[in-house]
């Protein structure tokens, strides 16, 4: 899914928090200059102050758009941009000071001089940042977003030198593809060429690129497959814009990369505020899931210990968003030796595929074992299976990051090793606790290409009503009461 809205003050959080670095130094030196010390934390009214500032700075940066396109000002673009900031900045202070009736508490010598120095001390300090900034663009160390180039020979070194020289939006260059020749291992503009015709969809597979640019000549029409596998793949896909199509079901906007006008499609995005919204909502779920499950330990560990010595909570490596893996942690509902017994359980695998495993009478299972008549004795394990306690630990994850409270099936390694393409969607997204394809079957769906349209439609659909929904669900399907949304 396309984070739309990263591209705006939260990416250039940077520049914010140094700006407020500027903003302290400069009321500091202000008031040092004015009362010979620098301690002011001494006085109540001016640490009052300082708190006032810093927010004020927040809410001039943010509403309006200090940082914006910050790395293509040029000098005097940035000077008239740092002087706007800063007389905002005063503007606000000073219409507080009067509006709480406090002016006169304060020396105004201090405000004036306080602006003088942040003006100097920000264009000094935005100047150096974006210097550094623009000398690793399209080094590896550039950001965390990866990027492919798709293109032709006769076109690569221009894009290549584009996009490298203009990588306003931070992105890492993970390579780029040639098309109509082979010239994988040279080097264009400091860009690798990574791939093919050949296997340019495996790269970007395999490779965990999150977002490809595709510039083609514009006669060429023969792309239309290539963007509409990407999409498929769930990857992020920008069209230099006289060679945009109409793409149904997916996202469009436009953007710029380099110095070209890009139309992006994706398979969703998400704004800033939809991302703020969805991350608290996992940090408050995630302390709150926590919390039980430092109760639930109390419970489960001294039963897990004796019907079955060792470890409390077992951790399995899962392949997470864009390929990342992670250790994720239940409470241990199976013997210590259940990974090692599940290849001699292979062939009872209702999930012919090998994508997931679910056997009928598991007896990896705690207690669990299969009767002389064919029945399954449920044991300890089964009980917390069934109403899921083992996956409370997974709230540590989600404070962590790695997961959210809602999402995809996290894979382990191996059933990710044999994934086709369009399995790969699945993975635009943080995986979750609980997810659309565990309110509508849960266990009961044996056919993994069942779990991926669910999956892709939860990514489709997905909106923060559509979440609250299924984490309201799955306490029904948790019990027993299942349906389809």
Avoid at 147 to 174: C, K
Avoid at 221 to 231: A, V
Avoid at 434 to 443: E, F
């Amino acid at each position: 899914m396309y984070k739309r809205g990263a591209q705006g003050w939260l990416k250039h959080l940077d520049f914010i928090l140094l700006d407020l670095v500027c903003l302290y130094a400069a009321f500091v030196l202000a008031y040092g200059v004015r009362y010979g010390s620098f301690s002011f934390y001494e006085e109540e009214a001016y640490r009052s102050l300082a708190i006032v500032l810093f927010l004020s700075d927040l809410a001039v940066a943010i509403l309006f758009s200090s940082f914006k396109n910050v790395l293509k000002r040029g000098l005097y673009k940035e000077f008239a941009m740092t002087v706007k900031h800063v007389c905002l900045l005063e503007a606000v202070v000073i219409v507080y000071l009067f509006s709480v009736q406090e002016s006169m508490t304060y020396s105004r010598l201090v405000i004036y001089l306080m602006g003088v120095f942040y003006f100097l001390l920000g264009y000094v300090s935005r100047q150096a940042w974006k210097k550094h900034l623009l000398r690793v663009m399209g080094s590896e160390r550039a950001g965390s977003r990866s990027l492919l180039i798709v293109t032709v020979s006769r076109l690569a070194r221009e894009a290549a030198g584009n996009v490298s020289l203009h990588n306003y939006e931070q992105f890492r260059l993970a390579g780029m593809a040639v098309l109509d020749r082979d010239m994988r291992g040279q080097k264009l503009a400091n860009v690798p060429v990574t791939a093919d015709a050949d296997d340019v969809l495996e790269c970007v597979c395999r490779g965990w690129i999150d977002e490809v640019l595709i510039y083609l000549p514009r006669e060429e029409t023969g792309y239309r497959e290539l963007t509409e596998k990407f999409l498929e793949m769930g990857v992020t896909v920008h069209t230099v814009l006289y060679q945009a199509l109409e793409n149904k079901g997916q996202k469009q906007f436009v953007e710029r990369i380099g110095s070209y006008t890009v139309l992006t499609n994706s398979i969703n995005c998400a704004t800033l505020t939809q991302q703020i919204i969805k991350r608290g909502m996992d940090i408050a779920g995630g302390l709150l899931g926590s919390l039980i499950t430092c109760v639930l330990f109390l419970f489960l560990a001294p039963a897990i210990c004796i019907l079955s010595p060792g470890p409390v909570f077992f951790k399995q490596e899962r392949v997470g968003k864009g390929g990342k893996r992670f250790q994720m942690y239940k409470f241990r509902s199976m013997y210590p030796d259940a990974e090692e017994r599940r290849k001699e359980l292979e062939e009872k695998n209702r999930v012919k595929s090998g994508l997931m495993f679910k056997i009928e009478g598991d007896p990896r299972i705690i207690g669990s074992r299969v009767l002389p008549d064919g029945s399954v004795k449920k044991g300890f394990g089964n009980f917390i299976r069934d109403f899921s306690l083992d996956e409370f630990p997974q709230f540590f994850n989600v404070l962590k990051g790695d997961m959210s409270l809602v999402g995809t099936r996290p894979p382990t390694v191996d059933e990710w090793e044999r994934y086709e393409l369009h399995h790969r969607a699945r993975l635009a997204i943080r995986p979750g606790i609980t997810g659309l394809w565990q309110v509508n079957g849960r266990s009961g769906i044996t056919d993994f290409e069942d779990v991926v349209k669910l999956d892709t439609r939860y990514i489709t659909e997905w909106s923060m009503g559509l979440d609250f929904r299924i984490l309201f669900k799955t306490v029904g399907a948790v019990f027993g009461k299942r349906g389809a949304m």
